[in-house]
């Protein structure tokens, strides 16, 4: 979709722009026999996001640089799937260098080798290569958000939150921390009146508002409510109030004595109608998620002035769908979508486009927004039959359906290692070898070469980067699939041989940290039989836990290579004796993916 209105300052003629898109479906698609056909928009509703929020907090073994960004991370999700915010309106929407782990340090300039990986981490996840891997391939001005696809195209005439002009940040935040952070004598920018000046287009706590409103049922506690302004849209909704009270607590942000731990906010008696709470006027023009930055020793911190980067964001949510072994990735649009879905069975769409900040007559909430699994049974409504008590019909129009956690997050070693080389690679690898050659012999050394010759050398070793990055996540993607079909088969195989399988109790994992296994048993706690004392006491309990892990770094640990539990694939071989065996394994399929497309 061409949806620019401008280039560098001249305005574009939409006349130009149809010409364009007519070649592209017209000549184009029939020339390259290009798929025309629109792409999936998964939906994330309710069930999803539990399912999601329960693997970040109890099963995830990734590691994070701090344990505030896994607090951080949960709260976004659950302010976009509240409020239907687009990403740039909670975190730095800036172009940077695409998903990557910020645990990666950035790379080595030297050019005599390939840049080392960094000793600092190791990940414990058996699957954490993928991790591993900085997304170093160049991103073009639209793949910077390439997961949000066609909702990003839509929105783009409609919103400027991803056209921002906040200053260029080093990914690891190593210069201007040294400016901000290890300098205690920093000052933070002021206008011609002393008042602050805010520097990101990301959500501060200036833009939100913490009430605490008497009981309007006159005889139980009172109640906190929270007041979120975002660019183009403005209310009161329900908000994740306990975990951004977490986030409160552990940035010390209330302009108030005594308020350190949630019990405060759980047993006020307010004489007012409201009370709001107030921020101390330092912390105002400060984004509430910010990054992780490095520290003088080598350590990590939170930053008390960079916001989050969206790069950053859409990385762990990938991580967090690739965790749980889901069909489709998990992006931020995901609970966009999720909410205008949601809100449509309950609100004409004069309501939804308020709530979404879309022009009614661009038809964009339809174009990009509408769930392409259709949430009705359209049988039984043509059997005239009661459609509405038709429980499959939510199930497969949602995401959780299509996860399984058993589903490797990415190839395995052993098998990636049976796969022919990519001849393009291998093509880039003779390419560079010949040239460093070239340059040694003419120069001596690189760094004494020409600058356009150590740019064309970088340029080479960047393309190499790249191609070996995309051939091993297209051959995960293959093997990824492969995997799940084998599971449906192999299941199918034990019915029709009447192979019970009992299923297994779900180990409790036990994590490094004690806060996180104490906040994993209030959290995976879904009881509803509690009274109002014992909800509270339970929120209470979970906020505490929340700030107090926040405060707190995981070790990573030597990753051991072993399988993963319950591994499908050994299971299909350990019952080779009842007949069941793999008749192709992943590697032969990937072989012949391989050979028809190498890159």
């Excluded at 990557?100 to 058996?126: F, G, H, K, Q, Y």
């Amino acid at each position: 979709m061409l949806y620019r209105r401008a280039n560098k300052g001249r305005v574009i003629n939409a006349n130009d722009c149809a010409e364009i898109v007519k070649y592209i479906q017209g000549h184009l698609t029939k020339e390259f026999d290009l798929d025309m056909m629109p792409k999936e928009k998964p939906v994330l509703n309710v069930d999803d996001l539990i399912l999601g929020l329960t693997h970040h907090w109890s099963r995830d073994r990734s590691i994070f640089p701090t344990e505030e960004d896994r607090l951080d991370l949960a709260t976004i999700m659950l302010f976009q799937s509240y409020t239907a915010g687009r990403p740039a309106e909670f975190v730095d929407g800036t172009k940077s260098r695409g998903r990557s782990d910020p645990l990666l340090d950035e790379p080595n300039d030297s050019l005599d080798s390939t840049p080392a990986r960094p000793a600092l981490v190791t990940v414990s996840s058996p699957h954490s290569q993928d991790e591993l891997e900085a997304l170093e391939s160049d991103l073009s001005e639209s793949e910077e958000d390439k997961d949000s696809g066609d909702d990003e195209e839509s929105d783009h005439a409609q919103s400027d939150d991803t056209d921002l002009d906040d200053f260029e940040v080093d990914e690891t935040g190593s210069k201007d921390h040294a400016k901000t952070e290890e300098n205690p004598s920093f000052e933070e920018k002021t206008d011609q009146f002393g008042n602050t000046i805010r520097k990101h287009k990301a959500l501060c706590y200036e833009d939100i508002t913490l009430w605490v409103v008497r009981d309007p049922k006159q005889g139980g506690r009172d109640v906190l409510a929270m007041e979120i302004y975002l660019r183009h849209h403005k209310g009161v909704n329900r908000k994740p109030k306990p975990h951004f009270l977490a986030r409160v607590i552990r940035d010390d942000a209330i302009d108030a004595d005594g308020f350190t731990s949630a019990e405060p906010f759980f047993s006020t008696s307010i004489s007012k109608v409201a009370t709001r709470v107030a921020w101390k006027s330092y912390w105002l023009k400060r984004p509430v998620f910010r990054k992780s930055v490095r520290t003088a020793t080598k350590g990590w911190e939170k930053s008390k002035a960079e916001p989050m980067k969206y790069a950053t964001y859409a990385f762990y949510l990938d991580r967090i769908g690739k965790g749980l072994g889901s069909e489709e990735p998990w992006t931020s649009y995901c609970m966009r979508r999720g909410n205008a879905n949601a809100i449509l069975e309950k609100a004409p769409n004069a309501v939804v486009d308020q709530v979404m900040r879309h022009d009614p007559m661009t038809g964009c909430l339809a174009n990009a927004y509408l769930n392409h699994r259709v949430g009705f049974n359209v049988q039984d409504a043509y059997l005239e039959r009661d459609p509405s008590a038709d429980g499959l019909t939510r199930a497969f129009t949602h995401m959780s359906i299509r996860c399984n956690p058993e589903v490797p997050k990415e190839i395995s070693k052993q098998e990636f290692e049976q796969l022919p080389p990519d001849p393009y690679i291998v093509d880039l690898k003779r390419k560079i070898r010949l040239r460093r050659m070239s340059i040694r012999q003419e120069y001596g050394f690189i760094k004494n070469a020409p600058d356009e010759v150590t740019t064309e050398y970088r340029r080479l070793q960047s393309d190499l980067k790249n191609a070996e990055k995309n051939f091993r996540d297209e051959m995960t993607k293959v093997f990824r699939e492969a995997y799940r079909q084998q599971v449906h088969k192999q299941e199918l195989e034990r019915q029709l041989k009447g192979i019970v399988v009992n299923e297994e109790a779900e180990l409790t994992i036990i994590h490094q940290l004690e806060e996180r296994n104490q906040l994993q048993t209030v959290l995976c706690d879904f009881g509803t039989n509690l009274s109002v004392q014992e909800v509270t006491q339970r929120k209470t309990l979970a906020i505490n836990l929340m700030a107090s892990l926040a405060s707190r770094r995981e070790i990573p640990q030597p990753s051991m290579a072993l399988p993963p539990a319950n591994d499908p694939v050994n299971d299909f071989r350990d019952e080779s004796e009842h007949g069941i065996t793999i008749e192709r394994s992943a590697a032969e399929i990937h072989s012949s993916f391989a050979h028809d497309d190498p890159c």
